[in-house]
């Protein structure tokens, strides 16, 4: 199959640029910042995007879903990122969601996937530990307690979790801190008794949270999945995430290519536009042939999730480190055409490249997924 949108996902990506640059420009992020929003977003506004079916685009009809892909769900991400968008998509649809429809029950699912659909619940998976993303490190414990376990540990780096309504927390229930085996999914209400959560705010004015769990007592029917199984779950999940990752890094590397054209074209010296000198041409003819390659990784990766393809997890790695190179370089290369401006906050492309660096370390940067690429193949 040819690497290009088809005609339905064509008007998808119309429709969400329409919308987005109506409703969520650039500025609608600087006013969350400037103010100190306490959500960092609007619910309005999100109930708007689940009025047009985003955060219910991969999930079934029976929850209220759309049922359609990641393909799609990666347009809506790339056209977020253009925009620098900070809407939960990523936290609740595709991390939450995600976790949820690889590992819940029908009983869960049907509780907390319709609020999901309708932009009513919000959800965010509490994993990471240490600074840099590293899936089976988890220091955090499940032990058995009555009829259910009493969770004690710490997270960072929460995706939203400051306004989630229900925390999918992964704690260890047996093994050692970085072994695959023994992990365990719970479902949590964020309010839960021995839950004590404190928002941070990342270097890209995103949102996160730092979470503790003193002696939380679940019961047995909040396990995700199987007991020390929940590996299994985690591994598809961060497959997924990391390629709708790759679609937003896309997005904020052919918004900042574009702006940087233009600039090149405009800004004037010695009585011609610098985008006429020769140095500057070819640096902007490296940043067009890695972006159009970015666009083929990125969409191969995402279909393949969709096909359900058994190598889903190389050209997953694949993409995410080569995207992440992509969005460095365009971001720099931006920063570095606009010259002095570029490096104030009055102009936008600094606050791209402040995104680009934070999603470039999400779920792995470029070393990490280069070297489990060579892992798949048996080197």
């Known amino acids: 199959m040819a690497l290009v949108l088809t005609e339905e996902q064509e008007l998808l990506k119309q429709s969400a640029s329409e919308f987005l640059n109506d409703k969520s420009p650039v500025t609608h992020l600087r006013e969350m910042r400037d103010t100190e929003d306490a959500v960092g977003f609007s619910r309005a506004l999100w109930r708007e995007m689940a009025e047009l079916g985003w955060p219910g685009i991969i999930f079934s009809e029976e929850y209220g879903g759309a049922e359609m892909g990641y393909a799609e769900l990666g347009i809506l991400l790339e056209e977020s990122g253009r925009r620098l968008s900070p809407y939960p998509l990523l936290s609740t649809v595709v991390l939450g969601g995600g976790a949820l429809m690889e590992g819940g029950s029908e009983e869960q699912r049907a509780k907390v996937l319709p609020g999901v659909c309708r932009g009513e619940t919000l959800l965010a ?76 705010v990342m270097v890209d004015s995103r949102n996160a949270a730092n979470i503790s769990f003193r002696n939380l007592q679940v019961e047995a029917a909040q396990v995700l999945g199987k007991v020390d199984a929940g590996a299994d779950i985690l591994d598809v999940v961060f497959d997924r995430a990391a390629a709708v990752l790759c679609a937003e890094m896309l997005g904020i590397s052919c918004e900042v290519f574009e702006r ?46 969709d096909e359900g393809r058994p190598d889903v997890s190389r050209v997953v790695s694949a993409a995410k480190a080569r995207v992440s190179d992509t969005v460095g370089l365009v971001t720099r290369e931006g920063i570095q055409m606009h010259g002095g401006i570029g490096m104030t906050d009055e102009e936008e492309v600094g606050l791209f490249l402040k995104r680009a660096k934070a999603a470039e370390l999400m779920f792995g940067d470029a070393s990490f997924h280069r070297n489990r690429f060579a892992s798949l193949l048996g080197f």
């Open 125 to 200: 998976l509490a994993f990471q530990e240490s600074g840099r993303f590293d899936p089976y490190f988890t220091e955090c414990t499940a032990s058995a307690s009555g009829s259910g376990y009493s969770i004690s540990g710490d997270k960072i780096f929460v995706l939203d979790g400051h306004v989630a309504d229900q925390l999918i927390v992964v704690a260890r229930t047996a093994g050692e801190v970085n072994d695959r085996d023994g992990l365990t999914l719970f479902l949590v209400a964020s309010d839960f008794e021995g839950v004590s959560i404190s928002r941070t």
């Open 260 to 305: 940087t054209i233009e600039h090149l074209k405009t800004r004037q010296q010695f009585g011609v536009p610098i985008g006429s000198f020769q140095g500057l041409k070819h640096r902007a003819a490296e940043m067009f042939c890695e972006i159009e390659l970015s666009k083929s990784v990125v969409l191969d990766a995402l279909r393949a999730i």
